[in-house]
């Protein structure tokens, strides 16, 4: 995450800059990172994850939706608010009690490197995550190749799994779906 700083803010300011702000920022207890711009492959493959979970979803007649990086999490219990690339809840949509509309029941959440975001997203970013009581999976997406992580709650573990190449499928079993490895990179460029 490269971005601008802010540092000893609190919720109710976040909010404030959140209303009156064109940019997103994510809050991590106390400090604010404006949020950069991704690269057309990042946005490509985003758009491709996000249609190919919603089509699935919905062709199965599943109470579960995905929503985009528009769409903030909150987790409560580290303070942190943040903006996944695609997260799909399953159910009720539980939301923050804060002035923001935000989320805080995702299932599975997606994201997709870049070189910037790579050691973050694997590591700090997915601690996060982890803190999630709902949370079943999160994926991870390379942008500069086919190949994919996904990281599965087992009880009280991660099973970590690796799938590699166009011709691979992507199983995502918290929503017991399939997804091509092709259609997820379509149209991009390596």
Same mark, same amino acid.
Not at 3 to 30: C, Q, V, W
Not at 116 to 124: E, L, Q, V
Not at 129 to 146: F, P, V
């Given at each position: 995450?490269?971005?601008?700083?802010?540092?000893?803010?609190?919720?109710?300011?976040?909010?404030?800059?959140?209303?009156?702000?064109?940019?997103?920022?994510?809050?991590? &207890?106390?400090?604010?990172?404006?949020?950069?711009?991704?690269? *057309? #492959?990042?946005?490509?493959?985003?758009?491709? =994850?996000?249609? $190919?979970?919603?089509?699935?979803?919905?062709?199965?007649?599943?109470?579960?939706?995905?929503?985009?990086?528009?769409?903030?999490?909150?987790?409560?219990?580290?303070?942190?608010?943040?903006?996944?690339?695609?997260?799909?809840?399953?159910?009720?949509?539980?939301?923050?009690?804060?002035?923001?509309?935000?989320?805080?029941?995702?299932?599975?959440?997606?994201?997709?490197?870049?070189?910037?975001?790579?050691?973050? &997203?694997?590591?700090?970013?997915?601690?996060?995550?982890?803190? *999630? #009581?709902?949370?079943?999976?999160?994926?991870? =997406?390379?942008? $500069?190749?086919?190949?994919?992580?996904?990281?599965?709650?087992?009880?009280?573990?991660?099973?970590?799994?690796?799938?590699?190449?166009?011709?691979?499928?992507?199983?995502?079993?918290?929503?017991?779906?399939?997804?091509?490895?092709?259609?997820?990179?379509?149209?991009?460029?390596?």
């Amino acid at each position: 995450m490269e971005a601008k700083k802010l540092n000893d803010i609190s919720i109710e300011e976040y909010i404030a800059l959140e209303k009156e702000a064109e940019t997103k920022y994510e809050y991590h &207890d106390g400090t604010v990172y404006a949020m950069a711009g991704g690269t *057309i #492959e990042h946005g490509l493959i985003c758009g491709n =994850i996000f249609g $190919e979970i919603r089509s699935a979803l919905r062709s199965k007649k599943s109470n579960c939706r995905p929503v985009n990086s528009e769409v903030k999490l909150h987790i409560q219990s580290i303070n942190r608010f943040l903006y996944p690339d695609t997260m799909v809840i399953c159910g009720k949509i539980e939301q923050s009690t804060d002035e923001i509309n935000s989320i805080t029941n995702p299932s599975l959440i997606v994201e997709v490197l870049s070189k910037s975001s790579a050691s973050y &997203d694997r590591g700090d970013k997915f601690y996060f995550y982890r803190q *999630i #009581e709902s949370l079943q999976e999160y994926i991870i =997406i390379e942008q $500069e190749k086919a190949q994919i992580e996904i990281y599965k709650r087992e009880a009280e573990l991660w099973k970590i799994t690796r799938i590699s190449g166009m011709k691979s499928k992507l199983y995502l079993s918290a929503l017991d779906i399939s997804i091509d490895v092709e259609e997820i990179y379509r149209d991009v460029k390596f």
